[in-house]
């Protein structure tokens, strides 16, 4: 496992949990079909078949009949060889969202089996590199420019070996290989693109003081990135910092903390990386799987009617208004992504209260039947009749937090002709991009 403010000197191996204690699995099919030179520990077990049939029975793994604590399979070399994978069936994709669904994965390294609380975990232990080539790998099509999926590759690597969030630790493995830490299907979503994003870039990191950044990224800073604290809150993260996203300075020294600014900034468009005039909007979806058809991120508006809005936020705060008087701006970050809001509501007996909502995730939580783009919005009250508004409009700008790399502004970027170096200087300012092992 990686240890939190170790740079390593070789290539590390990281544990990847498969199947969760979570997901209450209590079975398991692995075809080593593919993989004819592998190991099994303990040696005992008859190895008759490469298809085995796990089953949890009570504290013990029953694997084609034979009782065991554990199973580990272990592969003689690991290089990367596509071909040899151990394949395990069924596996969890899209833990706890509606999407969520049992898929097949090719895995390379090595799998451990074990029970936990009367479920399945099952960990995959690989070289980094290898994870590296098999993550995000649905962001980077064959489309993109080697210059975005090197940056993305570095921007992952720096941000398992900063190993800050640690989710997993009390379960032994460094992240899961879902969207809580980040999508791993084995090789099933490898390509071409991810492969050389690796090879070309391994071993390199961005270092700031000595110690690995914690790079953050997210899909659209709308134009202008935002800062770590605004987020999360916390001292300042000195690569983190508000700025521009664009090579001239304009609205440079405009803080977009403020009403006014905000206003007059999100109802333009002032030209960015991540603005339609570098990435066309309807060309997105060819360079970013992920995303929906409408397409429209760095600009976007969002409707609500009076009793929409009011049964939304009676839906996720169980708020029990009447009406929606008024949501009140309190407090916006340097992007002007609101981290801080106040409704003002009526209640059944017509009385006037008011709920505050403390941070930028709430506020996208609470603002739309799914999750709202950015907290980067203004509020037009409309159709007042007796200080009651009918219509509610959002104006919005970017997609996710803002903070770190910007995905849509470093495709600009690419496509501009910027270096991968070049975009991480941008993205990280200060940061140092350094190679730690060979
Ligand atoms: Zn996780
Ligand atoms: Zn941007």
Redesign the pocket.
């Known amino acids: 496992m990686t240890e939190r403010g170790q740079i390593p000197e070789v290539e590390p191996t990281i544990r990847v949990g498969i199947i969760l204690p979570e997901d209450r699995q209590t079975n398991v099919q692995l075809d080593l079909s593919n993989l004819p030179d592998f190991q099994i520990i303990p040696g005992k077990l008859p190895v008759e078949s490469p298809r085995y049939n796990i089953e949890v029975e009570q504290d013990f793994l029953l694997v084609n009949g034979s009782r065991l604590d554990k199973l580990h399979i272990r592969r003689p070399d690991t290089g990367i060889d596509l071909e040899k994978t151990i394949a395990v069936h069924p596996v969890v994709a899209g833990r706890g969202f509606h999407w969520e669904k049992k898929i097949r994965v090719n895995l390379l390294g090595d799998l451990e089996l074990t029970v936990h609380g009367g479920s399945l975990l099952v960990i995959n232990t690989l070289p980094l590199e290898q994870y590296l080539m098999c993550v995000a790998t649905s962001e980077m099509n064959a489309a993109c420019p080697s210059a975005l999926i090197q940056s993305q590759t570095i921007a992952a690597r720096s941000w398992m070996l900063a190993n800050v969030e640690q989710k997993h630790r009390d379960l032994g493995f460094d992240v899961c290989n879902d969207d809580c830490c980040q999508r791993y299907q084995g090789t099933n979503e490898l390509t071409r693109q991810a492969l050389d994003g690796a090879l070309a870039t391994r071993g390199q990191v961005l270092l700031y003081e000595n110690a690995i950044c914690d790079t953050r990224y997210s899909k ?6 935002e800062s770590f604290e605004t987020i999360w809150g916390g001292d300042a993260i000195p690569y983190l910092p508000v700025h521009r ?1 664009s090579e001239n300075n304009g609205w440079k020294d405009l803080s977009l903390s403020t009403e006014t600014n905000a206003a007059r900034w999100i109802q333009s468009a002032p030209p ?4 339609p005039a570098t990435v066309p909007e309807d060309s997105l979806i060819r360079y970013l799987g992920s995303v929906d058809k409408s397409g429209k991120y ?1 600009r976007w508006k969002v409707k609500y009617t009076q009793s929409e809005i009011t049964e939304l936020f009676n839906l996720k705060l169980n708020l029990q208004a009447a009406n929606v008087i008024k949501i009140i701006p309190v407090s916006r970050g340097g992007s002007g992504r609101l981290n801080r809001i106040r409704i003002q509501y009526t209640d059944g007996n017509h009385e006037i209260k008011s709920r505050e909502i403390t941070s930028e995730y709430e506020i996208r939580r609470i603002l739309h039947p799914r999750f709202l783009y950015s907290s980067a919005f203004i509020i037009d009250h409309q159709a007042l009749d007796n200080d009651i508004p009918g219509k509610f409009t959002l104006w919005g700008a ?1 997609w996710g937090h ?1 903070v770190g790399l ?5 495709l ?1 970027m690419a496509l501009k002709g910027y270096t991968a170096p070049a975009i991480l200087a941008h993205y990280y300012p200060g940061s140092e991009l350094t190679k730690i092992y060979s």
């Open positions: 659209s800073c709308g134009g202008m990135t996203d960015a990386f991540c603005g760095y970017g803002g910007c995905q849509i502004g470093a600009g």
